[in-house]
């Protein structure tokens, strides 16, 4: 990103109702890429370097306050009550933004890919208004970029457009940047004077343009200034960041043998060299080293798997796995908070959660760590080299030692030694014959009936 030589602050509007996304979750917070789209939002402001990010929320959505707040402070805030249109909604920040001295750019918390880089060129100019505007394939009921060259002389609602100008296909995405100075004082002149009777934030670029100062357009590709207002909008816009990450992974030297069956979050890392299968879903939180495979059908969510591991097919990584090198989790094995050290194995059908397993140690076929007692979780630490038989439950809190093994079938509910042998289980019993005299008897009787 080139030098900032002047002070940036965002302002962020979020104060629209979202009434077409048919949604108790209000617009902005439904996620793209895991996160939810006012997250974005705000990403792209803080990678631009803005000291100052206000969100203009409505006061119908407590939870969309909440949500800045957790992440910006109470100062980010800025309530529009009732909506009176984008100049409005921008002047709601006035107060919030207070002795701020720079540049302002207007951005929005349903425009979730647009990203920095995009939204640089923007404050090329620090003396006039420049707006972000692109080429639309159909330019429907977005304002027309009305130009004189290079000069942007207006903005027209497409309500408010003759013909001529509806013919124009440069559009208004929205966003666009001014001094705080000018841009607070030309919004004080904006009237509601229209066909909506709404305050407009394109009416500054007129006004500015009367004033003599500069006004200029910048142009981003169409996808990248796309909003969202219905979920058929939202999963397209979901369509071209899997789009935009699957191209980045595989540039990162990443093998995807089927791209598109491969789901990623906004901050999935994985290294060069290492193999995702067809239909793998990545959540938020997942870093997986070089050199790794994760086979096909595996779901992964907050999970750090290393070099040469081994994930699935069917196996699902939750929050707190962190698997060591060359460690194999097989299909139908589920980790949740547990640490697998280098070369540990739990090849199929098993429940690991809550604990540490050893280096090296092997969890055999349908092994579970009874983590929960109905009230509390209690941790399982299974011993470097231990063996652990097939179909155990170990009742924790329970420590298995290094190089111990548990007998197939046994309920551990007191710590193993280390190199001891635990068998907690029914004894076998053998009564000779018994089953050959059972089935005669029964063939006799089933004979007798037909
Ligand atoms: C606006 C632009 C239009 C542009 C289009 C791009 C104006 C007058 N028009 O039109 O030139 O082509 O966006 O999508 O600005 N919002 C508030 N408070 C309000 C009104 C809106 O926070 O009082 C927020 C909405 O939540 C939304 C955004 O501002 O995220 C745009 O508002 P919207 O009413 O959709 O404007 P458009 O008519 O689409
Ligand atoms: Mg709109």
């Not at 792209?44 to 957790?70: D, T």
């Not at 001094?179 to 670029?205: I, Q, S």
């Not at 495979?293 to 939750?318: D, K, N, Q, W």
């Amino acid at each position: 990103m080139t030098s900032i030589s002047h002070p940036r602050a965002a302002v962020i509007l979020a104060a629209g109702q979202g009434t077409r996304m048919r949604s108790p979750l209000p617009k902005v917070l439904h996620p793209v890429g895991g996160r939810a789209m006012l997250d974005h939002a705000i990403d792209a402001a803080e990678a631009l370097g803005c000291e100052r990010i206000v969100v203009v929320v409505g006061a119908h959505s407590p939870e969309v306050r909440a949500h800045v707040v957790k992440r910006l402070g109470e100062d980010a805030v800025a309530v529009q009550d009732p909506p009176l249109g984008t100049g409005h909604a921008v002047r709601a920040a006035e107060a919030v933004l207070g002795d701020f001295v720079g540049q302002v750019v207007v951005t929005y918390g349903d425009v979730p890919l647009l990203t920095a880089a995009d939204i640089e060129p923007v404050f090329a100019s620090a003396d006039g208004v420049t707006v972000i505007g692109f080429e639309a394939r159909d330019p429907g009921a977005y304002g027309r970029l009305v130009m004189d060259g290079d000069r942007l002389l207006a903005i027209t609602e497409a309500r408010e457009a003759s013909a001529e100008v509806l013919a124009l296909t440069a559009c208004n995405s929205g966003v666009l940047a001014a001094p705080v100075g000018l841009l607070f004082d030309l919004l004080a002149e904006v009237g509601c004077e229209n066909a909506r009777g709404e305050y407009y934030l394109t009416d500054v670029v007129e006004l500015a343009r009367r004033r003599g100062a500069p006004t200029r357009a910048v142009f981003a590709a169409e996808d990248a200034v796309m909003g969202v207002n219905s979920q058929a909008e939202l999963a397209v816009a979901e369509a071209l960041f899997q789009r935009a990450r699957r191209a980045a992974l595989m540039a990162a030297g990443v093998t995807l043998p089927a791209p598109d069956t491969v789901h990623l979050a906004w901050d999935t890392e994985v290294g060069g060299g290492t193999t995702i299968e067809p239909h793998v879903v990545f959540g938020p939180g997942v870093r997986i080293a070089s050199g790794a495979r994760i086979r096909a059908f595996s779901h992964i969510e907050g999970a750090t798997v290393a070099a040469g591991a081994e994930v699935g097919p069917y196996a699902r990584l939750r929050p707190g796995a962190d698997l060591g090198e060359k460690v194999r989790v097989g299909n139908f094995v589920e980790v949740k908070n547990v640490r697998m050290g280098e070369g540990a194995k739990a090849n199929h059908l098993a429940y690991l959660g809550d604990g540490a397993v050893g280096a090296g140690a092997n969890i055999g076929a349908g092994t579970i760590f009874c983590n929960y007692d109905g009230f509390f979780k209690h941790r399982t630490t299974v011993g470097e080299g231990a063996f652990v038989g097939s179909n155990s439950s170990l009742v924790a809190p329970v420590t298995i030692g290094a190089g111990a093994m548990v007998g197939s079938g046994s309920v551990i509910t007191g710590d193993v030694a280390p190199g001891d042998l635990a068998l907690a289980r029914g004894q076998q019993t053998a009564k000779t014959g018994w089953a050959a005299r059972f089935m005669e008897t029964m063939r006799a009787k089933k004979a007798a009936k037909t």
